[in-house]
C-alpha cells in the first residue's frame, strides 16, 4: 500500500492576539491521495484557509507534522521548500488580487517555469503557449494585461500558472466563488479536464457543498479548527453522521423544487478566542446531552471508510437521501 | 412560429399592485457623447401586496440598479431615463428629494448585501435605529427607544435592550444583517427591498436570515434582489431572471425553475452544482456576460444561445408564455419538464 501524496497530522496553529491565544487549527489530520479530489468544507472562522496556508509552508504550524510524498515538511527551512513549492501548487479565490497587474500573462505563466529553471527561453515559450491552450486561452492571450480579462478568463491564468510545473497536488481555495454564476461551469469543468489529462491530486477549500459534492472523491468538514466528519462524497451528503454536517446540508437552498429541509441552527459559530468547553459544537447543537458540554470527542473512524467526532453520531440526519436518487 | 400574444397591461379586475415598474429605462450618456451607456432597457415588473418577488441576475445585469432606482439613489451621472415606478399608485420618478428621504426608510425599506458597510460604524445599534424611527414617526425619544427594542426582538435578536448600546463591529455578521433588517422594519414600510441580503453569510446564518425574511417580507411585499437561484427558489413567490438589463423570463418560482422556457434560464439551471449532479458533468453556458455597452438590436442572449436562429438578429419582447408566465425569446424551450 503507497503513502499518501500528503498527510497532515495533528496539525495546529495558534495565533497570539491581545485578547488571547486564537486556535485557528486545532489537531487536524488530513490525507490527500495521489490523483484523488478532497474536498474542505467550512464556515469563516473554521481555519480552512489557515489550513491551505500551512499546507503551502506559508504559516508554519505551531504543533504536527505534514508529510509530503512521505518527507517532512512543516518544519524545513524555507530553501528546503523549493523542492517542494515546485510540486505542491496554490489557486486562489479572488481572480482580480492574485494576478500581478503589471504583468503580461505571459511573464505571469513563465514565471514559476523561470523560477524553477524549466528550460530555455524557447522551451519556455512554447511551454506557456501549450499552457495556454490547455485552459482555453488563445495564443495571442499572452501578451496582455489581466485587466484585459473578464475574471473567469484570469482564473483560466491562474490555472494555467498553477499547472506550469505539472505539480502532484494543487490546493485551490474558493476557485470559483468570485465568479458569476454562469462561469463557475467553466471553471468546475476546467479543473476536472486538467486532472483528467494530468492526474494530479485536488485538494478543493469551498464553502459551497454542493459544488465539493460535485467534484470530490472524499469530504472533510472543519468546525472552528477541528475535522468534525470526513469520507466518501456520496456517504456524507447522504447520511451526514456529525450534526453539523446535517446542518450544513440542511441549510444548502436547492433549486430542484424540494426545498430546504427544516433544521435551522442556532446561533453563530463561536469564536476561536473563546472556544466552547467540550465539543466545540454543542451550543449549537440539537441533539447536545451533558457530555457534549465537558468532554471534546474525538475523530473516531466508522465503516465505509468514514470519520465522526462525535459522541451521538447519526443522532440528527435530515432525510436527504432522495436527491441523491433523483 | 410561436405564438406572439401580448401580455394585458393589467386585467380589470386588479387591484392596484403594490409595486408597479413600467418601461422603466435607465443609464447614463456615453463620455464621448455617443449613443447612450444603457444599464436598465424598458422593464416591467409588479409585486403584489403580501408578495416576494426575486429578482435574479449576474453582475452587470442591472439588477442592483433596479432596486437603486426604487429608492431614488441612482449614482450619477447614470439617472433614470424614462419610464415610471409607482408605489401604491403614486409615482416616484421624479420626486423631489425631500419627498425621498421620507420614503426610504420609511414606506420603502431596504436591506444591502453587506451588513459592515450598511451600517454606519460610528452610530450605536440603537441611535440608528432611533434616529430612523424620529424621521419617519412623530415620537419622543423614549418612545422611539422602546420601538427600536421591540424592531430588535422581531428579528430574533437575543438580549435587544443591551444590544442598543453596541456598535456594529462588535456584533457577528448574522446579528449585522438582523440588525440591517430591523432598520428596514422598523418604520412598517409598504415594501422591502432586499439587495443580496445573504450573499455575504456562510450558509447556516443565511438559512436564519432567509427564514426571517420570508416571515417579514410576507407581511409587506418586497423585492429579492439575487444571483443565486436557490436563494430565490427558498424564498420567492415569483421571479423574474434578468440579463443584460432586460427581464427575460418571469413568473411563478417553482414554475420557472422546473420548466424554464428562456435558454438563460435553463443555462443557469444546468451550470449550478447540485446534489443530484455529482457524476454528471455541468453544461457551462459558453462565453460571457455583456457589458452595458453592447449594442441592443439582437437578442443579449443571442451569442450564447444554443437554440439562437436567424429572427434572434432582433431582440424579442417580454410576452405572455401560458398562464402566469412570460418569456423573451423568440425560441423558447417547449414543454418538457426538467
Redesign the interface.
Known sequence: MSAPLLEARDLSVTFATRRGNVHALDGVSLSVARGETVGLVGESGSGKSTLAMTLMCATRPTGGTIHFDGREIGHLPQRALRAVRRRLQIIFQDPYASLDPRMKVRRIIAEPLVAHRFGSRAEIAARVRELLEAVGLPPDAADRLPSQFSGGQRQRIAIARAIALSPDLVIADEPVSALDVSIQAQIINLLQDIQQRLGMAYLVIAHDLPLVHQIADRIVVLYLGRVVEQGPAEQITARPLHPYTAGLLAATPTVDGTGRERLVLRGDPPSPINRPSGCPFHPRCPAAQDRCRTEAPALEPQPGGRAVACHFPGSVAPPLAHLLDA | MTSMRTLPQSSPTDETPLVALRNLRVGMPAPDGGAPVIVLDGVDLTIAKGEIVGLVG??GSGKSMMALSMIGLVPPPVRVLSGSIKLEGRELIGLPERQWRSTRGGTVGMVFQDPMTGLNPVRSVGALLTESVRRHQRVDNRRALEIAEKALLAVGVPAARERLSAYPHQL????RQRVMIALALVNDPKVIIADEPTTAL???????I??LLRDRLHAAGGLMIT?????A??ICDRIAVIYHGRIVEEGPT?DV??RPRHPYTA????????????GS??????G??PGPTRERAACSFQP?CKHARQACALAPALVASGPERRVACHNPIEEAAR
Open positions: 449576474e453582475s457577528s455578521g448574522g446579528l456562510d450558509a447556516t446564518i443565511q438559512a436564519q432567509l427564514d444571483h443565486d437561484l436557490g436563494v427558489a427558498d417553482a425553475l422546473r443555462g443557469l439551471l444546468a451550470a449550478v452544482p447540485h446534489f443530484g449532479s455529482r458533468r455541468l453544461e457551462p453556458i459558453p460571457q456576460p450564447r
